[in-house]
């Protein structure tokens, strides 16, 4: 970020649009404006900035619009200081694997031959269609998801009957939160059926819900390795299979 190296970055295809950290800002005495994001279901106060430049891997922009946040509550989650999140404004100018073994990004071409799964691209997201229960689902990919979150006013529609079956605690930029947690008979993503998940409810309320269902963090189901190919708009990923033989 403006030529200075040595950033840790938090990769979130999920983070519409990229963050860069309060006190970085600061640091660079970037110069903006406050406004107001609608942060899924609540609206936070934010400030809009300009970079002069950021790199990552290939990719280099300059004079890139993101928002500034404190973002020291990711840090005490994982321990480690985090300069910006990264997300699809600056992810999808390169397609793009996550290799979750060996924690590695790589840029460009696919590194696997695992079955692609379409994507559907919206304005700073990608999602997927999914088979919830018998029921179709789409679902944002974010790469900074706990699991399988959904919307509840959606939810409440499509499941009446499921009863609730605990709390969850949870943290993002609009504060920490107590969320309730279902659980799913089954995922299906493409050719792949998985056994009982999780899921958490977002609060929401129908005039305010984005126009998808949730989120869905393909890491914390089991994927080791997530392919992204932005100019054929699919996906694929490797791992899921492995926790299917487990649950088998």
Not at 38 to 44: A, I, K, P, W
Not at 67 to 75: K, N, P, S, Y
């Amino acid at each position: 970020i403006a030529e200075k190296g040595n950033r840790n970055f938090l990769i979130d295809t999920g983070a519409v649009p990229s963050v860069v950290d309060a006190r970085l800002a600061k640091k660079l005495k970037l110069k903006g404006r406050e406004s107001q994001l609608s942060f899924f279901t609540d609206r936070v106060k934010v400030k809009s900035v300009v970079l002069p430049s950021l790199e990552l891997g290939p990719i280099r922009l300059t004079e890139h619009p993101v928002l500034v946040q404190d973002l020291r509550f990711i840090e005490r989650g994982i321990g480690v200081r985090i300069d910006a999140v990264i997300g699809l404004d600056v992810l999808g100018w390169s397609n793009l694997t996550v290799n979750y073994g060996t924690r590695r990004l790589h840029f460009g071409v696919q590194v696997s031959d695992e079955p692609r799964i379409p994507l559907e691209l919206g304005p700073g997201c990608m999602l997927l269609s999914v088979r919830i229960e018998d029921r179709t689902l789409r679902l944002m990919v974010d790469t900074g998801a706990s699991g399988l979150m959904l919307f509840e006013d959606r939810f409440r529609k499509l499941f009446p009957n499921l009863k609730l079956k605990g709390q969850r605690e949870f943290e993002n930029m609009d504060g920490a939160k107590s969320l309730a947690e279902v659980e799913l008979r089954g995922l299906e993503i493409g050719t792949i059926r998985l056994g009982p998940t999780m899921a958490v409810l977002i609060p929401s309320e129908a005039d305010a819900t984005p126009d998808f269902d949730g989120l869905l963090g393909l890491r914390s189901l089991g994927a080791s390795r997530v392919y992204f190919d932005f100019n054929d708009q699919v996906m694929s990923w490797s791992g899921l299979e492995e926790r299917l033989v487990a649950e088998r």
